[in-house]
């Protein structure tokens, strides 16, 4: 099992007990991350878009988001981001889908090599800080992007 199969697996174990309201940043430098924000009805999931970027992601790894069901980015209407929403109930199998997903997103589209190059930051409009101790060492604490 390779640390990515690891970080998946810690990621779909998230998803299944966030909270409505709440917002989780997975993030790397040069403006490379995948947000989550899951609402009462849809959990909605954002990939960095190459108009963030500073090297475009490869039209290789662009095709196989689209063949796992990410919305490309449409400049003219200003959704400059990959997009994915499932609706709730969200089976936890589709959520182990969508981890693995994400994941190929943040490694073969955005180049992250390694989950130890991410951080992770999540929050609730009710109660603050989010509880992301799944996700191991990339989790940080306070709110928001403070660390």
Do not use: C
């Given at each position: 099992?390779?640390?990515?199969?690891?970080?998946?697996?810690?990621?779909a174990?998230?998803?299944?007990?966030?909270?409505?309201?709440?917002?989780?940043?997975i993030?790397?430098?040069?403006?490379?991350?995948?947000?989550?924000?899951?609402?009462?009805?849809?959990?909605?999931v954002?990939?960095t878009g190459?108009?963030?970027?500073?090297?475009?992601?490869?039209?290789?790894?662009?095709?196989?988001?689209?063949?796992?069901?990410?919305?490309?980015?449409?400049?003219?209407?200003?959704?400059e981001?990959?997009?994915?929403?499932?609706?709730?109930?969200?089976?936890?199998?589709?959520l182990?889908?969508l981890?693995?997903?994400?994941?190929?997103?943040?490694?073969?589209a955005l180049?992250?090599?390694?989950?130890?190059?991410?951080?992770?930051?999540?929050?609730?409009?009710?109660?603050?800080?989010?509880?992301?101790?799944?996700?191991?060492?990339i989790?940080?604490?306070?709110?928001?992007?403070?660390?």
């Amino acid at each position: 099992m390779t640390d990515w199969d690891v970080f998946a697996k810690a990621l779909a174990r998230t998803l299944i007990e966030l909270p409505s309201r709440a917002t989780l940043v997975i993030a790397a430098t040069g403006n490379r991350y995948a947000q989550f924000q899951q609402f009462d009805i849809r959990l909605s999931v954002e990939l960095t878009g190459n108009y963030y970027l500073a090297e475009p992601i490869p039209e290789s790894a662009a095709q196989r988001l689209r063949d796992l069901g990410w919305s490309a980015p449409v400049m003219q209407r200003d959704i400059e981001n990959w997009r994915r929403t499932l609706l709730w109930p969200i089976p936890p199998s589709r959520l182990v889908d969508l981890a693995r997903s994400v994941v190929i997103g943040l490694r073969d589209a955005l180049g992250i090599p390694s989950p130890s190059d991410l951080h992770a930051s999540g929050w609730t409009e009710v109660s603050g800080d989010l509880d992301l101790t799944a996700l191991g060492p990339i989790a940080r604490t306070g709110f928001g992007w403070q660390s």
